[in-house]
Protein backbone atom coordinates (compact mmCIF):
# COMPACT_ATOMS: atom_id res chain seq x y z
CA UNK A 1 0.00 0.00 0.00
CA UNK A 2 1.12 3.95 -1.03
CA UNK A 3 2.40 5.39 2.10
CA UNK A 4 0.90 8.65 0.75
CA UNK A 5 -2.42 9.09 2.46
CA UNK A 6 -3.60 12.47 0.67
CA UNK A 7 -3.48 12.95 -2.57
CA UNK A 8 -5.25 16.54 -2.59
CA UNK A 9 -5.20 19.46 -5.45
CA UNK A 10 -3.64 23.08 -4.51
CA UNK A 11 -7.09 24.30 -3.65
CA UNK A 12 -7.11 21.35 -0.82
CA UNK A 13 -3.31 22.22 0.03
CA UNK A 14 -4.68 26.23 1.26
CA UNK A 15 -7.37 24.42 2.47
CA UNK A 16 -5.48 22.05 4.96
CA UNK A 17 -4.02 25.43 5.63
CA UNK A 18 -6.27 27.31 6.59
CA UNK A 19 -8.51 24.52 8.44
CA UNK A 20 -4.62 23.70 10.83
CA UNK A 21 -5.21 27.81 12.05
CA UNK A 22 -9.05 26.66 12.71
CA UNK A 23 -8.39 23.75 14.60
CA UNK A 24 -5.51 22.45 16.72
CA UNK A 25 -6.48 18.46 15.28
CA UNK A 26 -6.95 19.41 12.11
CA UNK A 27 -2.86 20.04 11.77
CA UNK A 28 -2.30 16.60 11.61
CA UNK A 29 -3.59 16.48 8.40
CA UNK A 30 -1.48 19.32 6.96
CA UNK A 31 1.30 16.80 7.97
CA UNK A 32 0.55 14.34 5.63
CA UNK A 33 2.18 13.81 1.90
CA UNK A 34 0.21 16.17 -0.45
CA UNK A 35 0.34 15.20 -4.01
CA UNK A 36 -2.11 15.77 -7.20
CA UNK A 37 -5.41 14.65 -7.45
CA UNK A 38 -8.18 14.32 -4.58
CA UNK A 39 -7.87 12.14 -1.49
CA UNK A 40 -8.38 8.19 -3.07
CA UNK A 41 -9.41 5.31 -1.20
CA UNK A 42 -6.16 3.22 -1.15
CA UNK A 43 -6.04 0.11 -2.25
CA UNK A 44 -5.16 -3.06 0.18
CA UNK A 45 -2.11 -5.27 0.09
CA UNK A 46 -4.64 -8.57 0.52
CA UNK A 47 -7.82 -10.12 -1.07
CA UNK A 48 -10.83 -9.19 1.10
CA UNK A 49 -11.04 -12.67 2.54
CA UNK A 50 -7.27 -13.09 3.42
CA UNK A 51 -8.26 -12.41 6.81
CA UNK A 52 -10.53 -14.89 7.77
CA UNK A 53 -11.28 -16.60 10.30
CA UNK A 54 -10.19 -13.55 12.43
CA UNK A 55 -12.34 -11.02 10.52
CA UNK A 56 -14.58 -12.01 7.41
CA UNK A 57 -13.99 -10.90 4.23
CA UNK A 58 -17.45 -9.66 4.22
CA UNK A 59 -17.06 -7.24 6.68
CA UNK A 60 -13.69 -5.83 4.75
CA UNK A 61 -15.56 -5.37 1.80
CA UNK A 62 -18.22 -3.12 3.73
CA UNK A 63 -15.41 -1.78 5.81
CA UNK A 64 -13.21 -0.77 3.41
CA UNK A 65 -15.21 -0.16 0.06
CA UNK A 66 -18.11 1.51 2.32
CA UNK A 67 -17.51 2.89 5.43
CA UNK A 68 -13.70 4.17 4.23
CA UNK A 69 -14.89 5.45 1.20
CA UNK A 70 -17.86 7.85 3.15
CA UNK A 71 -14.95 9.11 4.73
CA UNK A 72 -13.00 9.82 1.65
CA UNK A 73 -16.00 11.44 0.36
CA UNK A 74 -16.65 13.72 3.18
CA UNK A 75 -12.91 14.49 3.49
CA UNK A 76 -13.23 15.80 -0.47
CA UNK A 77 -16.20 17.78 0.17
CA UNK A 78 -15.01 19.41 3.16
CA UNK A 79 -11.96 20.09 1.57
CA UNK A 80 -13.80 22.28 -1.36
CA UNK A 81 -15.91 23.66 1.16
CA UNK A 82 -13.08 24.81 3.46
CA UNK A 83 -11.11 26.02 -0.06
CA UNK A 84 -13.93 28.33 -0.96
CA UNK A 85 -14.59 29.86 2.46
CA UNK A 86 -10.96 30.26 2.31
CA UNK A 87 -11.16 32.55 -1.13
CA UNK A 88 -13.46 34.12 0.42
CA UNK A 89 -12.31 35.67 3.12
CA UNK A 90 -14.95 34.10 5.00
CA UNK A 91 -12.59 32.80 7.93
CA UNK A 92 -15.95 32.12 9.88
CA UNK A 93 -17.70 29.60 7.32
CA UNK A 94 -14.01 27.62 7.93
CA UNK A 95 -14.15 27.32 11.17
CA UNK A 96 -18.02 26.15 11.22
CA UNK A 97 -16.41 23.24 8.57
CA UNK A 98 -13.56 22.18 11.04
CA UNK A 99 -15.56 19.26 13.06
CA UNK A 100 -16.43 17.68 9.32
CA UNK A 101 -12.33 17.87 8.69
CA UNK A 102 -11.75 15.84 11.64
CA UNK A 103 -13.96 13.69 11.26
CA UNK A 104 -13.79 12.92 7.54
CA UNK A 105 -10.16 13.25 7.51
CA UNK A 106 -9.89 11.41 11.25
CA UNK A 107 -11.66 8.82 9.47
CA UNK A 108 -9.31 8.91 6.17
CA UNK A 109 -6.17 8.60 8.53
CA UNK A 110 -7.28 6.03 10.72
CA UNK A 111 -8.07 3.31 8.46
CA UNK A 112 -5.25 3.94 6.03
CA UNK A 113 -3.45 3.26 9.58
CA UNK A 114 -5.80 0.54 10.36
CA UNK A 115 -5.49 -1.39 6.87
CA UNK A 116 -2.01 -1.20 6.84
CA UNK A 117 -1.67 -2.37 10.11
CA UNK A 118 -3.31 -6.13 9.05
CA UNK A 119 -1.74 -8.99 7.18
CA UNK A 120 -3.15 -12.70 6.84
CA UNK A 121 -2.13 -15.14 9.60
CA UNK A 122 0.29 -17.22 7.16
CA UNK A 123 2.35 -14.34 6.17
CA UNK A 124 3.11 -11.31 8.45
CA UNK A 125 0.04 -11.48 10.79
CA UNK A 126 -0.37 -12.61 14.04
CA UNK A 127 2.80 -13.87 16.41
CA UNK A 128 4.69 -11.46 18.48
CA UNK A 129 6.44 -8.33 17.85
CA UNK A 130 10.44 -8.89 18.21
CA UNK A 131 13.45 -6.47 18.13
CA UNK A 132 13.76 -3.49 19.26
CA UNK A 133 9.51 -3.52 19.30
CA UNK A 134 9.51 -6.53 21.99
CA UNK A 135 12.13 -4.85 24.11
CA UNK A 136 10.24 -1.17 24.07
CA UNK A 137 6.65 -3.24 25.17
CA UNK A 138 8.79 -4.95 27.45
CA UNK A 139 10.24 -2.01 29.12
CA UNK A 140 6.92 0.05 29.15
CA UNK A 141 4.34 -3.08 29.81
CA UNK A 142 5.86 -5.67 31.31
CA UNK A 143 5.01 -7.73 28.64
CA UNK A 144 3.89 -8.62 25.38
CA UNK A 145 0.85 -10.17 26.84
CA UNK A 146 0.30 -6.81 29.33
CA UNK A 147 -0.21 -4.83 26.71
CA UNK A 148 -3.04 -7.05 25.06
CA UNK A 149 -4.39 -7.08 28.11
CA UNK A 150 -4.16 -3.37 28.71
CA UNK A 151 -5.42 -2.62 25.14
CA UNK A 152 -8.19 -4.84 25.33
CA UNK A 153 -9.01 -3.66 28.42
CA UNK A 154 -8.95 -0.01 26.35
CA UNK A 155 -10.81 -0.91 23.58
CA UNK A 156 -13.79 -2.36 26.12
CA UNK A 157 -13.90 1.01 27.99
CA UNK A 158 -14.86 2.57 24.89
CA UNK A 159 -18.47 3.97 25.42
CA UNK A 160 -19.84 4.06 21.30
CA UNK A 161 -17.17 4.45 19.25
CA UNK A 162 -13.96 4.93 18.70
CA UNK A 163 -10.63 3.75 18.59
CA UNK A 164 -7.51 2.31 20.76
CA UNK A 165 -3.74 2.94 19.53
CA UNK A 166 -0.58 1.54 20.61
CA UNK A 167 1.61 5.05 20.35
CA UNK A 168 4.78 6.55 21.36
CA UNK A 169 5.35 9.54 23.00
CA UNK A 170 7.88 11.31 21.64
CA UNK A 171 8.17 13.55 24.85
CA UNK A 172 8.69 10.90 27.24
CA UNK A 173 9.99 8.63 24.59
CA UNK A 174 7.89 5.22 26.22
CA UNK A 175 4.93 3.59 24.64
CA UNK A 176 1.58 4.32 25.77
CA UNK A 177 -1.79 2.86 25.00
CA UNK A 178 -4.55 5.77 24.33
CA UNK A 179 -8.17 6.04 23.14
CA UNK A 180 -9.76 8.73 21.24
CA UNK A 181 -13.28 8.86 20.07
CA UNK A 182 -15.35 8.49 17.11
CA UNK A 183 -12.65 9.68 14.19
CA UNK A 184 -10.30 11.48 16.57
CA UNK A 185 -6.83 11.48 14.81
CA UNK A 186 -3.90 10.61 17.33
CA UNK A 187 -1.81 14.03 17.07
CA UNK A 188 0.54 15.87 19.63
CA UNK A 189 3.46 14.12 20.99
CA UNK A 190 2.02 11.02 20.12
CA UNK A 191 2.99 8.48 17.06
CA UNK A 192 0.55 6.04 16.24
CA UNK A 193 2.11 2.90 15.81
CA UNK A 194 -0.99 0.34 15.98
CA UNK A 195 -4.50 0.78 16.56
CA UNK A 196 -7.95 -1.06 16.58
CA UNK A 197 -11.23 0.19 15.18
CA UNK A 198 -13.74 -0.15 17.66
CA UNK A 199 -16.61 1.30 16.04
CA UNK A 200 -19.13 -1.58 15.60
CA UNK A 201 -19.08 -1.25 11.24
CA UNK A 202 -15.57 -3.24 12.12
CA UNK A 203 -16.98 -6.75 14.06
CA UNK A 204 -20.62 -6.58 14.27
CA UNK A 205 -21.56 -8.53 11.18
CA UNK A 206 -19.27 -10.96 12.20
CA UNK A 207 -19.33 -10.98 16.09
CA UNK A 208 -22.27 -9.38 16.81
CA UNK A 209 -22.61 -8.18 20.22
CA UNK A 210 -19.63 -10.14 20.92
CA UNK A 211 -17.47 -7.69 20.84
CA UNK A 212 -14.73 -9.10 23.06
CA UNK A 213 -14.11 -12.24 20.80
CA UNK A 214 -13.19 -9.36 18.29
CA UNK A 215 -11.20 -8.02 20.12
CA UNK A 216 -9.14 -10.76 21.17
CA UNK A 217 -9.26 -12.85 17.38
CA UNK A 218 -7.71 -9.32 15.73
CA UNK A 219 -4.18 -9.72 17.61
CA UNK A 220 -4.25 -12.44 15.19
CA UNK A 221 -3.90 -10.34 12.03
CA UNK A 222 -1.37 -7.79 13.62
CA UNK A 223 1.14 -6.83 11.20
CA UNK A 224 4.64 -6.34 13.23
CA UNK A 225 6.50 -5.73 11.00
CA UNK A 226 4.75 -2.56 9.93
CA UNK A 227 4.04 -1.62 13.84
CA UNK A 228 7.77 -1.95 14.18
CA UNK A 229 8.59 -0.04 11.39
CA UNK A 230 6.75 2.81 12.40
CA UNK A 231 8.20 2.67 16.11
CA UNK A 232 11.77 3.02 13.93
CA UNK A 233 10.64 6.39 12.42
CA UNK A 234 9.03 7.69 15.31
Known amino acids: MATT ?36 LPDLSYDYGALEP ?7 ELHH ?6 YVNGLNAALEQIAEANGTGNQQKAATLAPLLNFHGGGHINHSLFWENLSPANKDGGGEPEGALKSAIDRDFGSFSALQTQMN ?12 WLVKDKAAGTLQVVTRANQD ?7 PLMGIDAWEHAYYLQYQNRKAEYFSAIWNVINWKTVANRLDKA
Open 54 to 60: HISGKIM
Open 153 to 164: TALAGIQGSGWA
Open 5 to 40: LFRTAPSARAALRAASSVKPAAAAFASTSVTRGKVT
Open 185 to 191: PVAGTYV
Open 65 to 70: KNHHQT
